[in-house]
């Protein structure tokens, strides 16, 4: 396996765009921090975002997580062209030749998948636990290490989207037009598929239908945070207002998603394998 890895980090790292983008991702995952220099001050008006408990802990872990996977586009990006590479510059043909076996060849970009979902969900954990000494109320560490499931979504949503993108780079091998289909059905998952089970089995059935397809359950691993927060609770309890949302991540949802990233490795290899090369 570490073979593996390590060709796969040589190629990527040799690559101008693909170290350009790696780079990147990681600077806005750290960007995060900024947030905290957020103030308005503007005569009695005086806001500082920090202050307004987003880096409180345990909350820290859910907001940090949400925003943070927001940026997952850049390595999809990466993950994608890499399967692109392999096929314009023939270098599949050759690792083959090499004595790679296609199984081998799969599970070296399987194993780049969960390398970076791994190192992104640690830097997210240390971005996050620094903040949150810095600016959160609370420091107990039962309190710190509370809810730190939605680190565990944040690592399984990544694994999920970028084998899904692996897939698309398999089956398109073009990178461009892989990242256009993978546009296209998120629009046709939110809107084509949600519409037409809408329309057949109502709109309450046509929700709990909506959860199993692939990019909606992996939305559903990290629910929006922003309603949480004490602020926004008591401005919609003035308005009378309730949010009955759940937060929580459920192991289902991580079964389900999990379920989705096995389809889409096996899916991987079973293309790979059925193509002469």
């Known amino acids: 396996m570490k073979r593996l890895l390590e060709i796969e980090f040589i190629k990527l790292w040799n690559n101008r765009a693909s170290k350009f983008l790696i780079i990147s991702y990681f600077i806005l995952l750290t960007s995060i921090a900024l947030i905290a220099a957020v103030k308005f001050d503007i005569g009695p008006v005086k806001f500082h975002l920090a202050d307004q408990g987003i880096f409180n802990f345990p909350y820290i872990w859910h907001f940090n997580t949400y925003i943070t996977a927001i940026f997952k586009l850049f390595l999809a990006i990466v993950i994608v062209s890499m399967m692109a590479n ?5 270098t599949i043909k050759q690792n083959l030749i090499d004595g790679l076996s296609k199984k081998e060849f799969v599970l070296s970009k399987f194993l ?15 971005v996050s636990l620094i903040l949150g000494l810095i600016y959160s109320d609370y420091n107990e560490v039962a309190i710190i290490f509370s809810q730190l499931e939605y680190l565990l979504a944040f690592f399984v949503k990544l694994v999920g989207f970028f084998s899904f993108c692996l897939f698309l780079g398999i089956l398109v091998k073009r990178s461009a037009f892989a990242l256009g289909f993978l546009i296209l059905w998120a629009i046709f998952e939110n809107l084509g598929i949600r519409f037409l089970v809408w329309g057949t089995l109502g709109k309450e059935a046509s929700e709990k239908a909506m959860n199993f397809l692939p990019l909606e359950s992996m939305s559903n691993l990290l629910k929006e945070p922003f309603s949480r927060l004490g ?3 008591s401005v919609a309890n003035q308005i009378g207002e309730k949010f009955n949302m759940d937060y929580a991540v459920h192991w289902y949802e991580i079964l389900l998603v999990l379920l989705w990233t096995a389809i889409f490795v096996y899916g991987s290899y079973a293309l790979l394998k059925k193509r002469d090369l």
């Open 112 to 126: 780049t998948v969960i390398t970076f979902a791994l190192v992104s969900t640690v830097f997210v954990f240390a």
């Open 86 to 90: 392999e096929y314009s510059n023939k």
């Open 231 to 233: 602020a926004v609770q």
